[in-house]
């Protein structure tokens, strides 16, 4: 189910999300990335979901056939809708991922960064099954978040008694924030989404996971 106050913090940090995308340790495995998700998504209709200010639409898009790129923030996807190097086969719509039943058809792969972390581990399994339901047949799961890396990462703050952290977030206003932002092995990464796919790849960079399976 969405969770409010994660919702209200990235609509508060709009303006200022893409700045995590300039720490200079993490500039190779962004430029790898870069180069890996449009090669994955070419030729596919991708249906995005979370896609926040746009950062990864712009680049899944430049191989893919079209992009649907949903976000339950309207901050940030005016933000998304502003970019100037957004491809023309780039579509936006307000969507809760929850609850897709505004999302027309189906897609031959869902896009999802950095979403992971943000669903608390009892609500994975419901929203990965929503999700599946919007795939075609042979359709591909491709998951991108972070890993945890002490002096780089946020430190965990807390953890409840499911297994979710939990980090203390400050945004330039100065007001603190409590985000649930999970970090999970590949044991769990595995056990979470095999269930829905076949043939499961998982890659682990320093700073970040790529998640790829077929249904």
Request: hydrophobic content about 35%; aromatic content about 12%.
């Amino acid at each position: 189910m969405p969770n409010k106050d994660l919702i209200q913090y990235y609509a508060l940090r709009a303006a200022e999300y893409n700045r995590v995308y300039q720490k200079p340790e993490r500039q190779v495995d962004l430029q790898q990335m870069q180069q890996f998700l449009p090669k994955q998504l070419a030729h596919k209709k991708v249906l995005e979901i979370g896609c926040g200010t746009g950062y990864w639409t712009v680049h899944i898009a430049e191989k893919a056939t079209e992009v649907l790129a949903t976000d339950i923030n309207t901050e940030v996807l005016k933000i998304a809708q502003r970019q100037p190097y957004v491809w023309e086969n780039v579509t936006f719509q307000q969507v809760d991922m929850y609850d897709l039943k505004g999302v027309e058809g189906t897609f031959d792969a869902i896009f999802a960064g950095f979403i992971w972390s943000h669903v608390s581990v009892q609500d994975l399994p419901d929203l990965l099954s929503k999700l599946r339901q919007k795939l075609n047949p042979g359709g591909q799961f491709v998951f991108v978040d972070n890993n945890y890396v002490p002096g780089s990462s946020t430190p965990i703050a807390g953890e409840d008694s499911h297994g979710n952290t939990f980090q203390l977030r400050k945004l330039e206003d100065g007001s603190s924030h409590q985000v649930l932002k999970n970090f999970p092995t590949d044991e769990a990464l595995e056990q979470m989404l095999g269930p829905f796919v076949s043939e499961l790849q998982l890659r682990r960079l320093p700073y970040y996971w790529v998640l790829s399976g077929s249904v």
